[in-house]
Every structure is written in C-alpha cells, then in structure tokens.
C-alpha cells in the first residue's frame, strides 16, 4: 500500500478567538506574563494556572483559546497542559485534595489514611465525589515529610494528618461550602 | 565525635517559620553585607575565584563544584561580536525529592537569603536575568518569595544600577505545576521555556546553551544560600565550618518512624549516627532499624553497619550510596523493605517523562514485578528479572539520570533485603502482612490499576 492511498480521515480544525473566549482580567494577566520571558509560548505554564484558577479546570476550548492567545500549535499546549500534575484536563469538584503518597508518608501511615478518606467520601483516588465537594487525586512528595503524612488542599497543606483531623477538615469544608451557597441565594 | 560549633549554622540562622524577616529585619541582622560588597567591591572574577577557593558544592544533589561549573560559563568583552544579549541565571526550588524538604524550610523561614545570593551569582556570570523556579506546591514560599523580592526591588538590589552600580538584573519567580523531572536542571530549562519538561541531550551543557539558547546556570537554594556568607565572612571561614570534610554545613534531615522528625544545620561530615540518633532521638519506641536512604529516594540503602559514615560526598559514595539531599529516610523494622522499594518505584515510575525506553517501560515493568512479590504472587525468577531491570536503567543508557535514581534503592535494596524478598516469595504473603491474609490486602482495586498482572494467575 502507498502512503497516498491511505485515507485519511479529515479532523475538523478547530479555532477558537481567545477575544470571544477568555475575559479580559485572564488575558490581561496572561500578556503581563508573557512580557517576563523572552517569547510568548514560554508563557503557556502561566496562562493555563491562571485560566485553571477562574474556571476550575482546563477544557478543551480553553486549551484552544489558550493556543490562539500565546501564537502556539494547541498540540503543544497539550504536551505541556497533561504533563502537570496540577493541571486538570477533566471538571474536578470545589475541592481537590492532594494526598501525598511518596515514602515517607508510605512509612506513617499513608494506607489508613487513604482508605479512610476514599471510605468517608465514598469515592477511589481520581473520583469526585457525588455532591461535586471533593475530588481525591494522590501526589508525588509534598515536601511535609517530617509532618508526614500530608495533603494539600487548594493553597492548604494539612500536616501530621490522623483519622480525627480528616475528619474535621472534611466537615470544615463541607460547612464552608454549604455556607457559601446560602450565602448565594 | 568532630567538635564542632553549634552555633555556626549561617543558613539557617535567620530561619522563622511563623515570620520571616522583612527587608529591613534582614538587614538589621547583616544580610545584603555579601551582595554589597560583591558588587560594590568586587570584580565578577573575584567573586569567582572566591567562590572556587571556598570549595562550595552543589547541594541539590550531585555534589558538583560550584565555581567550577560557573566558570564554564563564557565570559565576553562588551564589543564581542559573539557576546550573547544576555545570560540567565536559575533557581532550582522544584524541591519535589522524597524525603526532601529543606528547600522549603529556607524558602519560607528566610526568603530574602535566597534574594540576595541570587544576586551574587547572577553578578558573577554576568547575567541580566535571573528565575526562580519553584515547585507549583509550595504556595506560602511563593508568597514570601514574591514579597521579598518586591521589597528588593522597592530598596535597590534588583532592577537598574543596583545600589548605585552600573549592574542591572531582573528576577522572577517562576511557580510550576508538579512534576519531579523539572528539577532535572535541562528539563527545568525546557519547562521555563514553556515546553514539555522532558530532559535534554548533553551537550551542550546548559552553561554555554541553555535557558532561550543562552548561557544558563542552575543552581539549588541550599548552594546559593551560602554566597552571602561566602562573601561576608571569606573561604577560610567556610572551609573551617568542616575541617575535617566538604567545606561548609549540610542541612540534614531524618523522616520515617524517628522520634523526632526534622532538619538539623551541622557542619559538613557528621555521620549517620549523630543525626540520627544525636538529634532525631532515634526510632520510635518499640522499632528497631532496618535501613535507611541517605539523601532522598533515589538513593542506595544503606544499614545500620553504616551508622558511623561521615555524611559527606566521598563517604558516603564510598559504601556505595550518595549524598543527594541528606534527608535521610528511615525504614523500621514494622514497615517491609519490598512495600517500601515498591512505593519508591511507583513514584519513579509516575514520574518518568516517558522519553527514554528503559525508564518509560522499565520502571513501571519493576512496579509489575514488586507488586507480585508484595502480594505474595512472586517467583525467584522475578528477582532475576529485577536484577536484569537494574542494569538496563542504569547509567549511560538512560536520558537522564532519572531512571538510575530508580535503580538505587532497588538495588541496594535486593542486596541488603534479599531475604524479605525470599520470603515474601516462599510464604507467599508479605510476612508482615500475614495477620491481615484473609481481610484483603489494602488496595482496594488492584484489578483496575495493573490488569495485566493478573491474568497471568487467573487460571491457576
């Protein structure tokens, strides 16, 4: 067979105007970033967290909006969007809780820890939980290893963690999470 | 025991946790005094020469001398036709080894520290642009971070005509998004340059091509912290911190089941011993010592034959392990050695970039084989089998030193614990576990995360 009788099958380029997608705050601050590094595309890093912070994660429009803003081929913003562990290609819930699971939280107690967290929001590593609160994801060494075990929620470490202390950061932010919604209404 | 002064802990001195000094509080307390005099006083090339003299090494790890590698950064005459229109300078903080966390401890306790060795160094290769590159975890670092270096540039150390000088240099910090292969100093490159952070070739060396094609250095925070005291108290001085070893002190660390966990700031060359059982107070009660990784994960095993090892860089490759980042991690005789090296690997295998074969393939392959053994289902031939994985991981087959890293506590271990691995093998269980056959083991979807290991004893 000749590579020309090959049929390919046609994909749909996508193109997505950052104008019509991303708001003006994102943009600006994603341009400031730009302007500390010698080209733009070097700012993908950047302008993925920032977008990330807004919308919770990154879509695939975002991606493409991303791309068009920094003059950059969207496959490689994906390289670099999947190879990061804090940034989320799927919706994740209001909170992700990084647990860490390198060795020196392995040798304190990682396990129970781990299986009480998946037993208390009824969900395995990599799940949301089903009110959309938590999502639980593991993550290499937080660098808390003398308070091990750690996990890091949002900007939050949480240190010599124990079934107990789960327990109370959990229902702390289930409370935080219920207030602001009346808060809302 | 090396008498030594424990007072003279220059980097850690300054250290509050709960609230760092401020811009004048730093200076009130001496620092700026190195940067001053570096770029009021000195000749790049003097601050070189000093630099050299004093016999710093890296701390992030591979112990490589400091000035050296500075010195292989090209120096040109202002109308050099081939003068590059700048050099960088970076800061390796993607402190992401496990067992490691002495960077942080710096970055959150005294972040000015770092501000002003930056500043030296970047005075010294001449370069106008500096990064810190900090791991995306490290939230509250990058906070104080970010207000020490705004107060830097409010008082005249960054910027143009730094105090008055015709220097200029520019710093920024730079947050990543989690990943251990960007503190591989050429993947770290690419990740600044906005690339997929796999490592690069070598050569060329990041010193004469690296960040945007240009003379980069990288440096780890503990390394840079000790400029500023290099420059206000001289080489002799850091040389008399550790007579007897490497120039200057060590941070060392001890996690695991010790009594009390920690970062101690002693002189170069303390052993084992006095780390561990000087000042973490030794094991918890009730466990005894099996082994322990001196200097991180992707360190060798070392035992308790070995207590007595200075902790330096010659020693302790000398037993047939290394440095790394001295936070040594302690296995008990309550945890198993296989449970242990089979986490190590899983975290290396996560963390391949993928580039490489013998990583990308070989250190998920070990993790296939571990967790067979740790769950009982193992043959003598796997031990074979991970014997052959260490060899092909190895140095010099590999694109970078990643999965070689990989191969140390896996080695070491099969050598020091190869009577667990047999009786995990011939018991088939962990013997530690054995209480527990019966209530299931304690990962609750094996099926999910490695079906293929399990086709193989479905039929048996």
């Known amino acids: ?185 | 025991m090396p008498s030594y002064d424990p007072n003279a802990m220059p980097l850690t001195a300054l250290i509050n946790l709960d609230k760092p000094l401020d811009y004048q509080g730093y200076v009130d307390a001496g620092g700026y005094q190195g940067a001053r005099k570096a770029i009021l006083e000195m000749q790049p090339s003097d601050v070189l020469d000093l630099v050299k003299d004093s016999g710093l090494k890296g701390r992030g790890g591979a112990g490589f001398p400091t000035g050296m590698k500075w010195s292989f950064v090209p120096m040109f005459a202002d109308d050099d036709e081939h003068k590059p229109d700048n050099k960088y300078l970076v800061c390796n903080a993607d402190e992401m080894e496990p067992g490691t966390f002495k960077d942080r401890y710096l970055l959150e306790g005294v972040p000015h520290q770092l501000v002003e060795a930056m500043i030296i160094a970047a005075y010294t290769i001449n370069a106008n642009k500096a990064y810190i590159f900090l791991r995306g975890e490290y939230f509250l670092c990058a906070k104080r971070l970010q207000a020490a270096i705004d107060q830097a540039y409010e008082n005249g150390w960054l910027g143009s005509k730094i105090q008055g000088s015709n220097y200029h240099l520019d710093l920024y910090l730079h947050t990543s998004a989690g990943r251990y292969i960007c503190g591989e100093e050429t993947a770290l490159i690419n990740a600044l340059e906005g690339k997929r952070a796999n490592p690069r070739a070598k050569p060329p060396f990041p010193q004469v091509s690296g960040l945007f094609g240009k003379p980069t250095i990288v440096n780890n925070v503990e390394t840079l912290s000790n400029l500023p005291h290099i420059l206000k108290h001289g080489a002799d001085w850091f040389k008399a911190l550790s007579p007897d070893s490497d120039p200057g002190t060590k941070i060392y660390g001890a996690s695991g089941r010790v009594k009390h966990t920690g970062l101690w700031e002693m002189p170069m060359g303390m052993t084992v011993r006095e780390v561990l059982y000087g000042k973490a107070g030794g094991l918890q009660d009730g466990l005894k010592l099996r082994g322990f990784l001196p200097g991180g994960a992707s360190t060798d095993f070392l035992t308790e034959q070995h207590l007595d090892v200075p902790m330096d860089y010659d020693n302790i490759s000398k037993v047939g392990s290394r440095l790394g980042t001295a936070g040594i991690i302690v296995l008990d005789d309550q945890n198993c050695p296989v449970g242990m090296i089979l986490n190590l690997l899983k975290f290396f295998a996560q963390e391949s970039c993928g580039y490489c074969t013998p990583c990308r393939d070989g250190t998920p392959w070990v993790v296939e084989i571990l967790t067979r053994i740790e769950n009982g289902q193992g043959t003598i031939d796997d031990i074979d089998t991970l014997n052959k994985l260490c060899d092909f991981m190895w140095l010099g087959k590999t694109h970078c030193a990643l999965a070689p890293g990989a191969v140390e506590p896996l080695r070491s271990g099969l050598k020091y614990f190869q009577d667990d691995f047999i009786q995990h093998i011939e018991q088939g269980c962990c013997p530690l576990k054995k209480d527990q056959i019966g209530v299931g083991f304690k990962d609750p979807n094996p099926m999910q995360e490695s079906p293929q290991i399990y086709k193989g004893f479905e039929h048996e």
């Open chain 1, 1 to 185: 067979m000749t590579l020309a009788s090959l049929k390919y099958q046609q994909i749909k380029a996508v193109n997505i105007d950052h104008r019509s997608y991303l708001s003006a705050e994102e943009i600006s601050e994603i341009e400031h970033e730009t302007t500390l590094l010698e080209y733009r595309e070097a700012a993908g890093i950047e302008a993925l967290k920032i977008v990330q912070k807004n919308r919770g994660w990154i879509s695939d429009d975002s991606l493409y909006a991303i791309a068009d803003l920094l003059q950059m081929p969207v496959s490689q913003l994906e390289g670099v969007a999947t190879f990061y562990n804090l940034i989320y290609r799927q919706p994740v819930g209001t909170y992700v809780i990084h647990l860490c699971d390198s060795i020196s939280c392995y040798l304190t107690g990682f396990e129970s820890i781990a299986d009480y967290l998946q037993q208390e929001l009824g969900i395995g590593f990599g799940q949301t939980s089903a009110d959309g609160l938590f999502t639980l994801l593991t993550n290499a060494c937080l660098g808390g290893c003398d308070k091990a075990p750690v996990m890091m929620i949002g900007e939050n470490h949480y240190q010599s963690l124990t079934t107990d202390s789960i327990k109370a950061i959990l229902a702390e932010l289930k409370a935080k999470a219920n207030g602001s919604k009346e808060g809302e209404q």
